[in-house]
């Protein structure tokens, strides 16, 4: 159910929190492009919140708040009294009222934590790399034709590893990327002139360039 949020704000990130037209830009993470179809139906998608820390945590605390309200509002429904239809249906309508308020009020609240969290982006143009961290006023530019290294690595764990991808430029800025680009926006990069990487795509899988 978690995706079902996630996937929702992020299609509002496309549409209202990118001062990009659609069809400018491809997200460097393939996580944003993802659909309901595509997400795992076993014992995988228990970890759907983990993708987009925090947002999906934020989902789950949103259920358990529309649980506790549907649960008091069940209890509080029970307790109306029954052959009385005049007070019965009075008391209806002052449950519908502030069980509705408390759903919008709880709702946007959950809206306002997101927020922060859904204006981040890390895309691709034509011309350049856009990154917006969490907190930053203003995007940050980063040219293509000053791509001059692209890195990945994996920092091994208990059941695996992260993947780490640094991209370095010739001013001397570099910003890494966790998960990876997916493999439209890695074409792309590997595709610039004078750019190094311990890494290729063959035939549509990324393989390690040997000997890096």
């Keep these: ?4 949020i996630i996937i929702g704000l992020q299609r509002l990130t496309n549409h209202w929190l990118i001062p990009h037209g659609p069809g400018t830009y491809i997200h460097l993470s393939s996580i944003p492009r993802l659909g309901l179809l595509d997400f795992p139906t076993d014992h995988m998608a228990f970890g759907a919140f983990l993708l987009n820390f925090p947002i999906g945590f934020i ?3 949103w259920y358990l708040f529309l649980f506790c309200l549907c649960y008091n509002a ?12 005049i007070l019965r249906r009075q008391g209806q309508l ?22 922060p969290f859904i204006r981040r982006y890390e895309i691709l143009t034509a011309h350049a790399i ?12 980063y ?23 640094d991209l370095k430029f010739s001013d001397g800025t570099s910003f890494t ?9 890695l ?10 990487a311990n890494v290729r795509i063959v035939d549509g899988r990324v393989e390690k360039v040997p000997g890096n």
């Excluded at 159910?1 to 079902?4: F, I, K, L, Y």
């Excluded at 069940?74 to 239809?85: N, Q």
């Excluded at 990327?177 to 926006?185: I, V």
């Design 74 to 85: 069940w209890e509080a429904w029970l307790k109306l009294p029954k052959r009385d239809l």
């Design 94 to 115: 002052a449950l519908a009222g502030k069980y509705g308020q408390g759903f919008l009020v709880g709702t946007a609240f959950f809206l306002l934590l997101c927020f």
């Design 59 to 61: 989902a789950i605390f």
């Design 187 to 196: 074409a792309v990069l590997l595709g610039q002139p004078g750019v190094k």
């Design 143 to 165: 040219p293509l034709d000053r791509l001059r290294e692209i890195r990945r690595s994996v920092v091994a764990g208990k059941g695996g590893g992260v993947i780490f991808w």
């Design 130 to 141: 856009l990154v917006k961290r969490t907190f930053d006023g203003h995007e940050l530019v």
């Design 177 to 185: 990327l966790d998960g990876g680009p997916s493999r439209q926006a």
């Design 1 to 4: 159910m978690s995706w079902v």
